[in-house]
């Protein structure tokens, strides 16, 4: 979480992930940071909406989106990896669609010590 904490983006969400207990994790770790969870308690709620999500990158208030190893145990993971833990599969969440629309709009940042969507 330094790599995460160090770059002071000046944003509403120091970085969003999938699933309130990532979130909760995340927060804990960055003692309170902002840290915006998607997909509720499971990671296939629909909060936000992709065009919230999509609004708040638009706007600034949010640059970086964990991924694959959201901890950043893991260098060289890619992607989001497999859609276990609760995750759904489907195309149909708000979740799913955050996710694809992430992968396709956003650049993994090789600098980051897991992967990191940076949105900005």
Do not use: H, K
């Not at 994790?25 to 940071?33: F, R, V």
């Not at 609760?86 to 980051?112: F, K, L």
């Amino acid at each position: 979480m330094a790599w995460l904490t160090a770059r002071d983006t000046d944003t509403t969400y120091l970085a969003a992930t999938f699933g309130a207990q990532q979130a909760a994790s995340l927060i804990l770790a960055t003692d309170g940071a902002s840290i915006l969870p998607i997909g509720g308690f499971n990671g296939t709620d629909d909060v936000p909406t992709l065009d919230s999500f999509v609004s708040l990158v638009q706007s600034g208030q949010l640059r970086y989106v964990l991924g694959g190893d959201e901890r950043g145990a893991g260098a060289g993971a890619t992607g989001f990896g497999a859609t276990g833990s609760g995750r759904s599969a489907s195309t149909d969440t708000a979740s799913a669609q955050i996710r694809q629309w992430v992968e396709q709009n956003c650049v993994v940042d090789s600098s980051a010590p897991g992967t990191v969507y940076d949105c900005g």
